[in-house]
């Protein structure tokens, strides 16, 4: 079998989207607890002005599925699944109610210490992402959120303190999820509320700049602590396809697949790619940077690439025909004529899986983590308890398949963990009705429902895949 003896087989969760208890312990708000499920919310995310100022019915991060209290029994069921690792994010306004105190929440700091230990209990690993969309809402009110500089003191005072905490406890960690959504939604990416009237390419580099910075610095603090810790930059991938073999369409797709990998190339090589220049000053884009930010982004890069997966995307040269373009996992794409689609319109391309692979391989030659990868849909608890979800069944089996083959390509892979393997908040339409998990749970887009957890098929199916080592898919 081509995948490591040691392979990281697991589940990914954001504290966001699963953990509620909003409030609770000493927790502030975070940008998330003002939105809204449904087609509001991503009208809030567009316009989150509106957000700041509107009274929604319903808040979906505010009870979420409650893992908060109910951990000790998911961490079980994913134990009994055979996890290796389990990715979860640190709730920064629960460390830090409104971003800039001095002085962490102790009870927040305890709840992660008792998380840790209980998947300690089973032999599971931790994969921690520092901050995963979940700006502390003080930081977007008082600060601007990340067009401000302060935010890197504030982030880094935040990592310093889980960093220490958590030293011998958790190796393996990644300081920003999904670090190229700042340029598709930068309220969630960055706390940004972007004004009428002034560039928002600058206002969104800008705020990146200071994110790399930041994600540099906590890297630095990381191998100062321990340097046996391993860590990870983040990139939502998915490889875009030239629309058609016309030399138009593939420079398009070259030059789109720059910008996706721009804030990587960074992480991983240590500073700005020489394509930079020519796209900024396209942009009108003039970074304000200090004194040692080169150094620091120079010295202080990642160990390894991590990514999610849902879908590859297409674009097109000629603009009428890229007017057809439609949202999938936020970063806009043409319908592929080959490819079938999710009940929310994401693509589905197994093999957009391997090319993907073998791209950031060739690129960055530093392992690889797919930390995200899965089929959001709607579930049917049956008389028995479980949702036979074959087709879930099917979309994993496929992209595993293709991992395992981009593998044999001479890919280096450390592990591989499916998103949201137990039901959660969806981030980007706050439904609970769009299931990504192996577990299902009792709660529906209102907020209603017992919260009970119930294995799927796709559960027994996961445990042996994991068991054979993926040889049994
Ligand atoms: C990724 C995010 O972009 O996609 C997750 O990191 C998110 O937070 C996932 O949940 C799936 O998106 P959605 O909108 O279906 O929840």
Redesign the pocket.
């Known amino acids: 079998m081509p995948l490591k003896k040691d392979f990281l087989w697991g589940g990914a969760v ?1 504290a966001n ?1 699963c953990e509620g208890a909003y409030l609770e312990d000493g927790k502030g708000l975070s940008l998330v607890d003002l939105l809204p499920a449904g087609k509001e919310r991503w009208e809030a995310l567009m316009e989150p002005k509106k957000a700041l100022t509107t009274t929604y019915s319903h808040y979906p991060s505010h009870e979420s599925i409650d893992f908060y209290h109910r951990y000790k029994e998911d961490i079980k069921l994913f134990a009994e699944m055979g996890f290796k690792v389990f990715r979860l994010s640190i709730s920064w306004p629960r460390i830090f109610p409104n971003g800039d105190e001095t002085e962490p929440n102790e009870k927040g700091l305890a709840f992660y210490d008792n998380v840790f230990d209980e998947c300690a209990k089973y032999g599971i690993e931790p994969l921690v992402t520092i901050n ?2 979940d700006t502390p809402l003080g930081l977007v009110k008082d600060y601007g959120g990340w067009r401000n500089r302060k935010l890197i003191d504030f982030y880094v005072k935040f990592a310093e303190t889980v960093l220490h905490r958590y030293k011998g406890k958790v190796k393996y960690w990644l300081t920003f ?2 670090i190229n ?1 700042i340029l598709h939604i930068p309220f969630f990416g960055a706390g940004l509320i972007l004004e009428d009237g002034e560039n928002h390419d600058q206002v969104k580099y800008q705020a990146a700049h200071y994110q790399l910075v930041a994600s540099s610095l906590a890297t630095k603090i990381a191998k100062e602590v321990d340097p046996q810790i391993q860590i990870g930059c983040m990139l ?1 991938a998915g490889e875009i396809y030239p629309y058609t073999c016309h030399p138009n369409d593939m420079l398009k797709a070259v030059k789109e697949n720059q910008s996706q990998y721009f804030f990587i190339d960074v992480q991983s090589r240590g500073y700005y790619p020489s394509y930079a220049e020519r796209l900024f000053k396209e942009l009108g884009v003039s970074l304000e940077m200090e004194e040692g930010d080169r150094d620091i982004l120079k010295r202080h890069t990642v160990d390894f690439i991590s990514f ?1 997966y ?1 879908s590859s995307r297409l674009t097109s040269a000629d603009p009428e025909v890229n007017n057809a373009q439609k949202s999938g ?2 970063i806009m794409t043409l319908r592929n004529p080959h490819l079938d689609a999710t009940d ?1 319109g994401w693509q589905i391309d197994p093999i957009g899986l391997r090319v993907t692979m073998n791209q950031l391989w060739d690129r960055y030659q530093k392992p690889l983590f797919i930390v ?1 990868n899965g089929m ?1 849909a709607v579930d049917e608890l049956n008389e028995n308890n479980t949702v036979d979800d074959d087709y879930r069944i099917e979309y994993m089996r496929d992209h595993l398949e293709q991992m395992i083959e981009a593998v044999e390509d001479g890919v280096e892979l450390m592990g591989y963990t499916s ?2 393997c137990i039901d959660l908040v ?4 706050g439904e609970m009705k ?1 299931r990504y998990g192996f577990i299902y749970v009792d709660r529906d887009n209102e907020g209603r429902g017992t919260n009970e957890r119930y294995k799927k098929k796709s559960f027994n199916w996961y445990k042996q895949v994991i068991e054979s080592n993926g040889e049994k898919l």
């Open positions: 954001a989207q995963h969309f999820n999904e959504m939502a999610s849902y996992n936020a929310w995200e959001g998103w949201g969806s981030a980007g339409s769009k």
